[in-house]
RNA sequence: GGAGAGGUGUCCGAGUUGGCCGAAGGAGCACGAUUGGAAAUCGUGUAGACGGGGUAACUCGUCUCGAGGGUUCGAAUCCCUCUCUCUCCGCCA
């Protein structure tokens, strides 16, 4: 959410750079009015509580001296019932003005490329060698199903299509990464490691900017007011709503594991095959609740722990600085790390890297105090995927197999996977 | 799932015949005094949100005693709904 002080100061000048993101901001437009309303109604109600309160004061004087105050009582009726009238159109003005706020993306930051499509995001560098085949490299579920690490069909039984069973060494690969990832995270990166819950209430939803706008994104769970997480992300900078944080805590890291469901709702047909768009995967993701002033290096920082996983494990990938229209909707700015995949010759994201300034902690209301006395101010909220693991299973499946289709495993990996060298 | 108890300021904790309660008292913390220094002692201070005024220090007002409604001239105190915590029973991993 942004800052409605600031909104109302610098409007022409926001709404300028909100442009850039390419989508509708319309909603913006009724800000201004309703802005304006609210202030009015408040003004005219808090007078009218005024006299409410020195009336009172008085008539609770008078009984108190035995006399007579229904002169007084009567006239308060009245008031009262203006207070009332102005409550109740100020609480219907407020949660206008709420509805647009939250539907309301962040602005970009300055160092973001102003663009109109993901074309246009920057290449920001580029890391490993593109592996060569001597042979035609085959996609990651072919490898997998071949290897019977992974069953979509047996998933599609079960649950239906975007689902899969890790199955045998497959399963053994999946928890050996979020073991490795989280272990290097923790004890390289200095992250408290989180499991954390995952169904949250639309609070959490709402804190972390999932809710209201993007409903059909996310699994509810009938009959409550659940949600399936569909990050880590969720629940972790949850973790600190409605808190304020003293500032030698700053900055607070966590590296969670957890499962992610998304319904992919509008991406019928797309990415069908294999692992890389599933209702339900596993990620560890990068949680951090930093001061102000810090935030752009600490994006850098985390961008770069991020990528130190892509480096251990030897997978040839780049980074994207994400342009103004493909920056998501509670982002400042965001670099996306995209692996090499050779069965189709493309880089695909597997980390997302976020700088969200203050935009998740208004929502959610995470403060910090830089003093015992000074006034409490939103920390800023990073996060980034550390990484997310289907989509490395993948990466690991094609850029390591072999031309008689064992799959050579990362030496980092190795521990993990009792000693063993290949996957066969 | 059934029965009961309870949610008050940073913490503990008073406050149920509605008015003098934004809230006693204590602890903690901050500042000051005292001290060679510390402890002890004494004094002062110690929430947030929103709106108005001011360049600002600041100041005026409204609201907040789990959340949201309601009754009333007036609610921490009465009523309703929700929520969370604790205890017992049931059920389960």
Not at 102 to 129: A, M, Q
């Amino acid at each position: 959410m942004l800052d409605p002080r600031r909104l109302r100061q610098d409007f022409s000048a926001i709404k300028q750079r909100l442009q850039y993101r390419g989508e509708d901001i319309s909603e913006l437009d009724r800000f201004p009015e309703v802005d304006e309303k609210r202030r009015a109604i408040i003004q005219e109600a808090e007078a009218l509580k005024k006299k409410r309160n020195e009336v009172s004061q008085q008539i609770s004087v008078l009984k108190r001296e035995k006399k007579d105050a229904d002169h007084l009582i009567q006239e308060m009726k009245h008031v009262s019932e203006s207070i009332k009238t102005l409550d109740q159109e100020l609480r219907e003005t407020e949660n206008t003005l709420q509805n647009i706020l939250l539907r309301i993306p962040n602005i970009p930051h300055e160092s973001v490329p102003i663009g109109e499509s993901e074309e246009d995001n920057v290449l920001h560098k580029t890391w490993g060698d593109i592996p060569e085949f001597g042979f035609e490299p085959k996609p990651h579920w072919e490898l997998g199903a071949a290897l019977g690490l992974l069953d979509f069909e047996a998933a599609g039984k079960v649950a239906g299509s975007r689902f899969v069973f890790h199955k045998g060494l497959g399963a053994k690969l999946e928890r050996a990464l979020i073991n490795f990832m989280l272990d290097l995270h923790t004890s390289e990166h200095g992250y408290v490691e989180m499991l954390p819950p995952y169904l949250v209430h639309e609070d959490s939803m709402t804190g972390t900017g999932q809710l209201p706008k993007f409903a059909e994104d996310v699994f509810k769970i009938e009959d409550s007011h659940l949600f399936l997480i569909p990050t880590a992300e969720v629940p972790v900078t949850n973790y600190h709503r409605e808190e304020i944080l003293e500032a030698d805590q700053l900055p607070l890291a966590y590296a969670a594991y957890s499962s992610c469901f998304r319904s992919e709702a509008g991406a019928a047909g797309r990415d069908t095959r294999g692992l890389i768009r599933q209702h339900q995967f596993n990620k560890v993701e990068l949680v951090r609740f930093v001061k102000p002033e810090e935030s752009y290096e600490q994006l850098e920082q985390l961008t770069s722990q991020a990528e130190k996983v892509l480096q251990l494990l030897n997978l040839p990938y780049r980074v994207m600085s994400m342009c103004t229209a493909d920056l998501g909707f509670a982002a400042a700015k965001k670099y996306d790390l995209e692996v090499w995949l050779p069965s189709s010759q493309t880089y695909r994201e597997i980390s997302s890297c976020s700088n969200f300034e203050d935009f998740q902690a208004r929502r959610a209301n995470i403060r910090f105090r830089r003093d015992k006395k000074s006034k409490p101010e939103f920390v800023h909220t990073l996060n980034g995927s550390g990484l997310a693991i289907g989509r490395t299973v993948a990466a690991i499946l094609e850029n390591y197999q072999q031309a008689d289709g064992r799959i050579r495993l990362p030496e980092v990996l190795r521990p993990y996977m009792q000693g063993k060298e290949y996957v066969e």
